[in-house]
């Protein structure tokens, strides 16, 4: 089709390049490219669970066309940590039962890490705010702040003893 | 603790290394670090992807269908609608597994010529892209004809209504008659009669509903699918025409389901269209699908009246219910009864009459969803606890403890609970916790405090006869499998059945892998519903472990020359218990098992009590295996200007018999109590003549990290549950209380009550302005 373009970004550290039409959004060709950690909730940018960093920010990737996004850095949950090495949110994450079903965990986890990254100990108003574009049903979010102030001390640790 | 100590309990001689503990789940891993597949995530080579054309009105008639330019297009492999199948209908009651007769409420699986809902499917199309089905949904026309439909269930009773159920859309009715309600009424000094309402619900879980169906080799309709329920095999089956060996569903971890996902949903159209095209097909709901794809939480409207004494003993109670049963019948006639057997809530009602309606109307069909019926008399018999306190002058904890229902008393329909019935302490803890009031920091915030306690059944209903399959046992390197049909919903089920099988075998988490949710391989182990997961497959795991076991401690035994009774497993080893240096790894006990062809394995099966229905005319019987005993307390903070409503303080107290796992209880307490915020305070489904106008995230408000208080857990362990090691359940009753505990502290706060959940800003200054006349 003639709408489509070749695209080349960066996503978990690896450069690929797609063929995307203008009209598709980051959040699917994400997930035509196998990310399926990116999850697919509203589609609508209401409920934060396709949530990836770009050049470290925090984005709904449903409502970012992938086209707008040629040439930068993308992040997904899976581009933070494995199960060898995991991210210190992802392990405070799995520790501390602020996963449950598990579909909202990739955004939150996103939106966490973004918050990290500007502010490396956040009070709970903090959290409350960086998470507030991320819904859950399961958890209440109570085990998640606990999550994210356990990481945010973790981070802190790592970064004294650097 | 010593009123169920005498109640005894079948334990293996456990130490519980595994049990109680806060354990990091076996799924939770996968999850944080994006491993996990859900049913969304697979795909397979030649797939063509589905999409569902629906009406958009809710009481028509199809007068005409046009696919034709949609079947034309290019890249399109299919499209179905009634036509194509005008004998099939699809099943709506009792999903899973039972023997038992059930209520024949098919239905139509795509629109014939009556449009009862807004939504309602009409035609299904598979394409080779996404973008091509979507371009042949837009060349699908049709044309819809208005015809007169019922709103609310009120109408729907009307002499002259439409008919869109039965004969007379009662779709159900229950009563229970208990004692002498008019010598009741006639003792007490105080009558007092209120209506609640409650309203919609939607599960809001994250994951819309998403699979992958492919037939395969043996002309066997394989399903990968997001469900509650895989058993719906066998109504997949009936629906397209198959033997019920014929279809597989594979349930993947689910993102997300609270009852949401107990019906058929996208099942059914893979299915057919699998059959139809013989290649693999995927669907998809949007989100807007999901909102309009499956049932919701039934709006109940509940009076109560109450007989009291002055001292504040309850003489007499009249309830009686009506229900929105929506479009469809599914499942509630059963979530009526739930409502109807749990209408007093824990409280001692010698005379007792109740009767509860579920009426048609051409709204959205109404299903399960966590408390399941249970819930919504909860909002109504603990606002009513606190009105009839107020009445009376009493303090609304002091009438409550009056009344409590204790063990080894009868509820409602006459029947005995088995197990533990805490509510007293439980509500004691949670009302002390809320300690020293906030102090208001400005006239126009009011602080208020209420509490809800609750009886909420784990089990499905006795009379479904239901039952639950499980199979453990040990490979040749000491590693542990249990094989369930459970499915995992997000709750940790198939970790809590790993933990059971590790306590058991002495062995720890890391070596135990739980394969799930597959119908054709896993052993049947019915419905992730009614709290029954653990109760249920939680009972067949352990059976089967202790069996496995008792093989194993025996054969240790035999090595090391001791009495079986003196040996344990524990520590991934098997140990003399008066000698513990003399042990042997798991593995190699294991192997000489092995080696010798003693059993390594067990499959076992679990069955709930089996009973008849209640007493048609009475409601008298047993309706349930047992019944779990909370309470949470509230207090909020109103805005009396803007009407808005702060959730500070929220305290949780449970008697959840015996924690699988600490973390996980937990988890199930905050999620119960941040739905039950939204259902009290913010979530609202609005329809115009059953159109649905909030049929997204941005407009149906559940809450938000910065709207939930930090819940504080108070669980209390009776040990006297029939689940594994005593425990309970938690799933539902985590919920039940919570919304009438936010409405309780609402009226505490502002003196007056808004009878309508949720108690929305509008509803508060209402209530103020009609109070100050």
Known sequence: MSNERKITLTVNGSSRTMVVPAHRTLLEALRDAGHYDVKRGCEKGDCGACAVLVDGVAVDSCLTLAATVEGHEITTLAGLGDRESPHPLQQTFMDTGAVQCGYCTPGIIIAARDLLSRNPDPDEDAIRLALSGNLCRCTGYGKIFEAVEQAAALLREERAEA | MSDIDTLGHDTANVAFRQVGKPLTRTDAPGKAVGKTRYAGDHTMPGMLHAKVVRADMASARLVRLDVSRARALPGVAVVLTAAEMSDRTSATDIPGQTGRQRLKTNQQILVREQVRYYGEPLALIAAETPDIAEEAARLITFELEPVPGIYTPEDGLKPDAP????????????????????????????????????????????????????????????????????????????????????????????????????????????????????????????????????????????????????????????????????????????????????????????????????????????????????????????????????????????????????????????????????????????????????????????????????????????????????????????????????????????????????????????????????????????????????????????????????????????????????????????????????????????????????????????????????????????????????????????????GEVTILKSIAAHDVGQCINRAAVEGQIDGGAQNGQGYALSEELLFDEGRLLTPSFAEYLTPTAMDVPRVEHIIFESRSGLGPFGAKGVGEPAMTPVAPAIANAVADAIGVRVFEMPITPERVVDALADARG
């Open chain 2, 163 to 642: 008919v869109i159920q039965g004969t007379d859309n009662v779709v159900s009715e229950y009563r229970i008659r208990k004692g002498d309600v008019d010598a009741g009424f006639a003792e007490a000094d105080v009558i007092v009669e209120r209506t609640y309402k409650t309203p919609f619900q939607e599960h809001a879980f994250l994951e819309p509903e998403a699979g992958l169906a492919w037939v395969d080799e043996n002309e066997v309709i394989n399903i990968r699918v997001c469900t509650q329920v895989i058993e719906h095999f066998r109504a997949i089956a009936d629906a397209v025409g198959v033997p019920h060996n014929k279809v597989r569903i594979m349930g993947s971890l689910v993102g997300g389901g609270f009852g949401g996902k107990e019906d058929i949903t996208v099942e059914v159209y893979l299915a057919l269209l699998t059959k139809a095209t013989g290649r693999p097909v995927r669907l998809e709901f949007s989100r807007e699908d999901s909102f309009v794809g499956h049932g919701k939480r039934h709006p109940f409207t509940i009076t109560h009246r109450t007989g009291v004494t002055r001292d504040g003993r309850i003489t007499a109670l009249d309830v009686q219910i009506l229900g929105d049963a929506g479009a469809y019948v599914y499942l509630s006639p059963y979530v009526l009864l739930y409502c109807v057997v749990n209408a007093p809530g824990p409280y001692r009602v010698d005379n007792l009459t109740v009767r509860g309606r579920a009426v048609a109307t051409n709204n959205m069909y109404t299903s399960a969803f966590r408390g399941f019926g249970g819930l919504q008399a909860c909002a109504a018999y603990e606002q009513q606890m606190d009105e009839v306190a107020n009445a009376i002058g009493m303090d609304r904890l002091e009438f409550r403890r009056r009344n409590f229902l204790k063990t080894g008393e009868p509820m409602a329909t006459g029947f005995v609970p088995p197990s533990a019935i805490w509510t007293d302490r439980c509500a004691e803890a949670a009302w002390a916790a809320l300690g020293e009031p906030t102090p208001s920091p400005a006239p126009h915030i009011r602080i208020g405090r209420g509490i809800g306690c609750s009886q909420q059944s784990y089990g499905r209903l006795t009379f479904l006869h239901d039952t639950s399959e499980a199979w453990v046992g040990a490979e040749m390197d000491g590693t542990v499998v249990v094989r369930s049909g459970v499915t995992d919903i997000g709750a940790g089920q198939a970790s809590a059945l790993g933990q059971i099988a590790a306590e058991l075998l002495g062995v720890t988490l890391d070596n135990v892998v739980v394969y799930n949710s597959d119908s054709a391989v896993t052993p049947l182990a019915g419905t992730t519903t009614a709290t029954r997961a653990l109760y249920m497959t939680g009972n067949a795991a352990r059976l089967a472990a202790t069996a496995v076991r008792e093989r194993l401690v025996a054969r240790a035994a035999q090595e090391f020359e001791v009495a079986p009774e003196n040996i344990n497993l524990g520590d991934n080893r098997a140990f003399v218990i008066d000698d513990p240096e003399r042990a042997m790894p798991f593995r190699d006990l294991i192997a000489i098992c092995a080696s010798e062809g003693i059993h390594r394995s067990e499959l076992s099966i679990f069955r709930a009590p089996f009973t008849d229905m209640l007493d048609p005319e009475t409601g008298q019987g047993q309706a349930h295996p047992d019944y779990a005993y909370g309470a949470h307390a509230i207090e909020v903070a109103v805005d009396i200007e803007t």
